[in-house]
Structure formats: structure tokens, C-alpha cells
């Protein structure tokens, strides 16, 4: 059973036009949520971590924000350079792993 | 620069050879991890070592062998490898173990074929 669900898998956007990424999920007792930014060929790069529900943090054009079941990654006005992979993980109590989903491969056109 | 190292970038390898994977932190982490991404499917954890131990072994084939020397290194042994086995190999730190609830740090990987 999948932990992380993201959606959606793909997604393209026109310079400057907001959107919004999520990622549910369904482990029992959530310790963090992790967003990471994976460009093509390369390792995922970090980008915010949520610990609990109402919690939201910013960088530049990235806004993260954590309920209960989910968690939402709002891009906006996007630039060309904002297009990757864009992954969600969890940790959960008790256990030794981030669960990462599938991910979002966002394409934003000039 | 993420302060994590990993080399080779690239690496073709045949069924019967022996190669190594290696990482290298420079952030002063004590934990180190092994990631296989393949496509369409999520990061999937191999081995985790915290300060040096390891402890965790998500039931991967024997053909891939782990060794963490000290905190700053990491490497993954390769041997009899199957096609399957061809994947982007991911090597990451975090500040304390991952299930303390901390931020993982990843190097830019090794794309790996398997011919």
C-alpha cells in the first residue's frame, strides 16, 4: 500500500500561471513531511520540511503548506527555471525510512 | 555543490564484473543512506548505517554489499549484477538518524546500466 501519493504525475503551466502540487498521505503517525526538487540526471535537493498540521513555509516562488492528510506545494507565477520533479517524502513514528512518492514533473513554458 | 559526493556519475558495468559506488559527505553527518531510483517508481531505501553501524537492510540481494568505513564515507559494492539492477543510485546524509525526524542531504547520483 502506497504511503505517499502525488499528483498530479505531470503537469505544464504557462509562465506565470499558479498552480498548485499535492501530496496525501496515509501514515499513522507522522513525524515530517519533505519536499525535495529533483532535476533531470540529478540527486533530489531539499526544499522544506512541515512537522505539523496549519504549519507553511516559503522560499522565492514556493509556498508549502500541511494538514492532516496532505500537503500542498503552490508555485506561484512560475518561471521556465522552476520546471523539475518535484517529490514528496514522509517519516513516520517508529519507523527508519522517508517514504517518498512518485513524484510531480512539472514543465513551465516561456 | 550539495556536500554530498557521489562517484562515479556513470557507470556501465556487465553481469559478470565487480565495481564500487562511493560517497563522500562533507556536512558532519553522522547517518548515511543508499536510494535506488528507478523510473516511475518512488525512492526505494537499501541501507541506512548511523554512525557507522548499520541498521537498517531493506531486504536487498546479497549482490549489493554496503561498507561505511567512518561518518564521512559511504560506499556500495557491485557484483553479478543483473539488468534490472540499472537504476539512478542515490547516496544521502542526514544530520542524526532519518527516524529523529531530520532533513536528508543528496548527492547527485550514479546512473547505472547493467549490460
Known amino acids: 500500500e502506497d504511503q505517499v501519493t502525488q499528483s498530479p504525475e505531470a503537469l505544464r503551466l504557462q509562465e506565470g500561471e499558479s498552480s498548485s502540487l499535492n501530496c496525501s498521505y496515509t501514515?499513522?503517525?507522522?513525524?515530517?513531511l519533505f519536499w525535495y526538487r529533483q532535476d533531470p540526471g540529478k540527486g533530489p535537493e531539499f526544499l522544506f520540511t512541515?512537522?505539523?498540521a496549519g504549519e507553511e513555509k516559503e522560499k522565492e516562488r514556493l509556498k508549502a503548506t500541511l494538514t492532516k492528510k496532505e500537503s500542498f506545494l503552490h508555485i506561484t507565477a512560475p518561471k521556465p527555471e522552476d520546471s523539475a520533479t518535484y517529490l514528496c517524502?514522509?517519516?513516520?513514528?517508529?519507523?527508519?525510512?522517508?517514504?517518498f512518492g512518485t513524484g510531480t514533473r512539472l514543465t513551465v513554458i516561456p | 555543490e550539495t556536500g554530498v559526493t557521489q562517484t562515479p556519475r556513470h557507470l556501465v558495468m556487465g553481469m559478470t564484473n565487480k565495481k564500487s559506488l562511493k560517497c563522500e559527505q562533507h556536512?558532519?553527518?553522522?547517518?548515511m543512506y543508499w536510494y535506488k531510483q528507478s523510473a516511475k517508481k518512488p525512492l526505494e531505501l537499501m541501507f541506512v548505517?548511523?554512525?557507522?553501524?548499520?541498521?537498517e537492510n531493506n531486504s536487498v540481494p546479497s549482490r549489493f554489499s554496503p561498507e561505511c568505513p567512518n561518518s564521512s564515507h559511504l560506499f556500495l559494492h557491485l557484483h553479478t549484477l543483473q539488468p534490472e539492477d540499472s537504476a539512478l543510485y542515490l547516496c544521502?546524509?542526514?544530520?542524526?538518524?532519518?527516524?529523529?525526524?531530520?532533513?536528508?542531504?543528496f548527492g547527485q547520483g550514479t546512473r547505472l546500466t547493467v549490460v
Open positions: 512541515l512537522y505539523s
Open positions: 544521502a546524509s542526514s544530520q542524526v538518524f532519518i527516524g529523529s525526524n531530520t532533513e536528508a542531504f
Open positions: 548505517y548511523n554512525f557507522k553501524e548499520q541498521t
Open positions: 556536512l558532519g553527518h553522522n547517518a
Open positions: 501514515v499513522s503517525g507522522l513525524r515530517g
Open positions: 517524502a514522509v517519516t513516520e513514528t517508529g519507523a527508519n525510512n522517508l517514504f
